[in-house]
């Protein structure tokens, strides 16, 4: 009698054991995900207006800028001209500590910064981007100086998500063969006026 | 002194059966049962903290457009940065999953103190009014979190569904038209090395059949406050074809321009200032991928 009544036991605890696994089972799945909490967020700023601005939080996005930039030669051919925002005022880059341009990594992963133009440039002109790091954690971050063409150009590399910025100059040289008055080149203009 | 000695006549035995018994049967009773109940509308009272450095503190109206902030804000976040919900949704009984994803504090390093500096700059006036600083204008800027999930055990045939939220960068005052695309890079990484994939781009891209809900998306600004609409979730569906030999894929996406007829719409409903497509920066890898390991 004891001994059936240990098996008895024996019997209920694996059944019970067992109902548990199918239970678990119906919760558990082969496939495994598994995310991981990076942030690929980032902010580009441009210059703006000096000053600041006032408006009521059911107007959206009052910029003082369009977001586009322009080089404006006065003459041609012109090399090294600053690039200068598109919008209320005109703000011209003044080097890499006032530059057209900053990337900051805004969640937490370290990203490469590149740019692109929205169509091919006429062969009449040609635009660089340069600039610094700023911050004081940009160990193995840089800036290149290339061309910026219709497909990314990396510009700035390795910039960390806290306390480093790249700062990114935009100057353009335009030839003798620039067209006269303003050239839309999608999110780029240049503005050529002929001696 | 009359001692008895009495045999055992197996109650015990019997009694020990019938609490395992009980016990057994509470359990599976606890699983038939009616889940918690939880008082969703005291939960989601303003729960906030404040965010201050030194003597100063974000204004209140930088929130002012958002979903209330829920008492278990904080458990929610932490059990997404430790990847406690598979689907990355569904997250709690107490409020909608946008009453998490649509805080700022629900994404890294909103708290730090270089991004903070943005929001301190913001002077709440009277009337819904505020003023900001304009030296520096944040025209584009987005993300996505989580940016890297890996999935592992997927047959061929079988379907897999990742959930991101793609948000607005800090500090960007543009509502910026995008559309969301599956890419195939020639190779990727994730952050800590967990894996690493080298794929060749033509061959793979037959593999996947890749479904984004929504695709097409607009951003709302996060700046001088944020908008309803500057956090939002994307589902992307990915289905495994038949064909696909066993190994570790990479499968991106990342945001390009917006179709043109939906630029020119925003364009025309919110002006040149204030709109801006997507697409112009790239940042060295697509904005969420997604590692899958077939078996």
């Known amino acids: 009698m004891k001994k059936t009544q240990t098996t008895f036991v024996f019997v209920v605890l694996t059944l019970s054991i067992i109902a548990t696994s199918v239970k678990a089972d119906n919760y558990g799945k082969s496939t495994v995900y598994v995310n991981i909490p990076s942030d690929t967020s980032f902010t580009l ?21 369009t977001g586009d930039i322009s080089f404006n030669a006065t003459t041609t051919p012109e090399n090294n001209i600053n690039a200068q ?28 910064f590149s740019l692109r133009f929205e169509n091919a440039l006429p062969a009449w002109i040609t635009v660089r981007a340069g600039g610094v790091t700023y911050g004081a954690s940009c160990s193995g971050a840089g800036v290149n100086t290339v061309q910026i063409i219709n497909t990314y150009t990396t510009v700035a590399y390795n910039i960390a998500q806290a306390n480093c910025i790249a700062n990114v100059t935009l100057t353009a040289d335009v030839t003798a063969g620039a067209s006269a008055g303003i050239t839309s080149l999608g999110s780029l203009y240049s503005r050529s006026q002929k001696a | ?30 699983t038939l049962a009616v ?13 906030r903290p404040k965010h201050c450095i030194d003597d100063k503190c974000v204004p209140d109206i930088v929130f002012s457009k958002l979903p209330s902030y829920p008492k278990n804000f904080d458990e929610i ?28 504090e629900f994404y890294p390093n909103f ?13 709440e006036l009277d009337e819904g009014r505020v003023e900001y600083p304009t030296e520096r204008v944040g025209v584009s800027g987005y ?6 999930t890996v999935v592992k055990g997927i047959l061929p045939g079988e379907d897999l569904k990742v959930v991101t939220y793609l948000h607005t960068g800090w500090f960007i005052e543009k509502y910026q038209g995008m559309e969301l695309k599956p890419v195939f890079p020639s190779h990727g990484d994730t952050q800590q090395g967990m894996i690493s994939v080298v794929q060749e781009p033509d061959v793979v891209k037959d593999y996947f059949e890749v479904n984004i809900e929504p695709a097409v998306i607009l951003l709302e600004p996060s700046y001088p406050v944020f908008y309803p609409n500057w956090a939002q979730k994307v589902t992307i569906k990915v289905n495994v074809k038949e064909n696909t030999p066993k190994g570790t894929y990479l499968v991106g996406v990342t945001p390009f321009e917006p179709p043109a007829d939906k630029s020119e ?19 060295g890898r697509p904005h969420l991928q997604i590692f899958v390991k077939v078996e």
């Open chain 2, 1 to 30: 002194m009359k001692i008895e000695v009495k045999k055992s006549s197996g109650k015990p035995l019997t009694k020990i059966l019938l609490i395992i018994i009980a016990i057994l049967l509470v359990g599976a009773l606890g």
């Open chain 2, 143 to 148: 993300g996505t979190y989580p940016a890297d």
């Open chain 1, 45 to 65: 700023t441009v210059l703006g207006c000096s000053g600041s601005n006032i408006i009521g939080t059911t107007e959206g996005g009052a910029t003082s800028t």
């Open chain 2, 111 to 123: 708290e730090n103190e270089e991004n903070l500096e943005y929001y301190l700059q913001v002077k």
């Open chain 2, 35 to 47: 889940p918690k109940i939880f008082t969703p509308i005291s939960e989601l009272e303003n729960n």
């Open chain 1, 85 to 112: 925002s598109v919008g209320a005022c005109t703000q011209l880059q003044s080097g890499a500590t006032n530059p057209i341009y900053q990337y900051d990594p805004t969640g937490n992963v370290p990203l490469n």
């Open chain 2, 77 to 104: 976040d932490l059990g997404v940065e430790y990847g406690k919900y598979y689907w990355n949704e569904h997250f709690s009984a107490v409020a909608p999953d946008e009453n998490y994803y649509k805080q700022p």
């Open chain 2, 265 to 283: 719409g925003w364009k025309y409903k919110y002006g040149i200032y204030a709109y801006t497509d997507a697409g112009m920066a790239g940042i």
